[in-house]
């Protein structure tokens, strides 16, 4: 069975750092792009970063832009996200996602773009 699971949420202040974990089981993600997405109750998800397979290629959403890095441990079917100077509008669930074709680069940022998905951790950054 496939699955990814999130690790690191939690609730901090604004300006502080959270570093996620995805660790992916069941099969081998090291060939295939690799993102993460929120969600806030009542909004749709929406993309946050994404990962190239190799990971030389990132893309980043405006609102992270600086702030969040993006990157993965293939020999540990891990990725990662460091989230620096959080505020509290990136307070949200956060999911990490795979797609199921090899070989992508960065451009994917849809959700429609991602077949597999973990069951997300929450981050709560209080002002």
């Known amino acids: 069975q496939v699955q990814l699971v999130e690790y690191g949420g939690g609730s901090v202040q604004a300006g502080g750092s959270l570093r996620l974990s995805c660790v992916a089981s069941?099969?081998?993600?090291?060939?295939?792009?690799m993102g993460w997405f929120r969600q806030v109750p009542g909004k749709e998800r929406e993309f946050v970063a994404v990962?190239?397979?190799?990971?030389?290629?990132?893309t980043y959403a405006d609102s992270v832009k600086g702030r969040f890095t993006i990157s993965r441990d293939n020999a540990k079917n891990t990725l990662y996200l460091r989230m620096n100077s959080l505020k509290p509008e990136d307070t949200a669930i956060y999911y990490c996602?795979?797609?199921?074709?090899?070989?992508?680069?960065?451009?994917?940022?849809?959700?429609?773009?991602?077949?597999?998905w973990g069951q997300g951790t929450q981050v709560t950054v209080s002002s």
């Open positions: 069941g099969r081998s993600f090291g060939s295939n792009t």
């Open positions: 990962v190239s397979w190799s990971g030389g290629s990132t």
């Open positions: 996602a795979a797609r199921g074709t090899f070989y992508g680069g960065s451009d994917y940022t849809r959700t429609a773009d991602f077949d597999y």
